[in-house]
C-alpha cells in the first residue's frame, strides 16, 4: 500500500493551496481517509476526515470553514483544499488511510492502518 502526498509548498499568509494524496495497492472505495498535521515540536492532530462514502465528512475546528476534504473514488485520490492560509497551519501534512472507523475514531492517528510520507506547508507571513 502507497499513499503519495503532493501539493505542499511556500505561500503566503492569506493565500490558499491544494493538497492531493494518490493511494495504491488498495480498495480505495472501502477506505475512510483522512488527513492529519504536525508541526515543528508538536504533536501530531487531525485535520479533516472523508468517510468511504464520501458523502460525509469532519474537520478540526481550527480548520473550520477554511480546509474542505474531498476524494474522488475513480482516481483512488483524497484533496485538501485549505483556504485562508495562517502562519500556525505551517505543518507537515500527512493523509492516512483506515477501514474501520466511524464518527468517535476518525480523529485518532491510531485508528488509521496506513500513512502517506508527508508534504510540508509552509505558511510565511
Known amino acids: 500500500v502507497q499513499l503519495q502526498a503532493s501539493g505542499g509548498g511556500l505561500v503566503q499568509a492569506g493565500g490558499s493551496r491544494r493538497l492531493s494524496c494518490a493511494a495504491s495497492?488498495?480498495?480505495?472505495?472501502?477506505?475512510?481517509m483522512a488527513w492529519f498535521r504536525q508541526a515543528t515540536g508538536k504533536e501530531r492532530e487531525f485535520v479533516a476526515g472523508?468517510?468511504?462514502?464520501?458523502?460525509?465528512?469532519t474537520v478540526a475546528d481550527y480548520v473550520k470553514g477554511r480546509f474542505t476534504v474531498s476524494r474522488d473514488n475513480a482516481r483512488s485520490t483524497v484533496h485538501l483544499e485549505m483556504n485562508a492560509l495562517n502562519i500556525e497551519d505551517t505543518a507537515v501534512y500527512y493523509c492516512?488511510?483506515?477501514?474501520?472507523?466511524?464518527?468517535?475514531?476518525?480523529?485518532?492517528?491510531?485508528?488509521?492502518?496506513?500513512w502517506g510520507q508527508g508534504t510540508l506547508v509552509t505558511v510565511s507571513s
Open positions: 492516512a488511510a483506515g477501514r474501520s472507523l466511524i464518527m468517535s475514531t476518525m480523529r485518532r492517528a491510531n485508528a488509521y492502518d496506513y
Open positions: 472523508i468517510f468511504r462514502n464520501g458523502g460525509t465528512t
Open positions: 495497492g488498495l480498495t480505495f472505495r472501502t477506505y475512510s
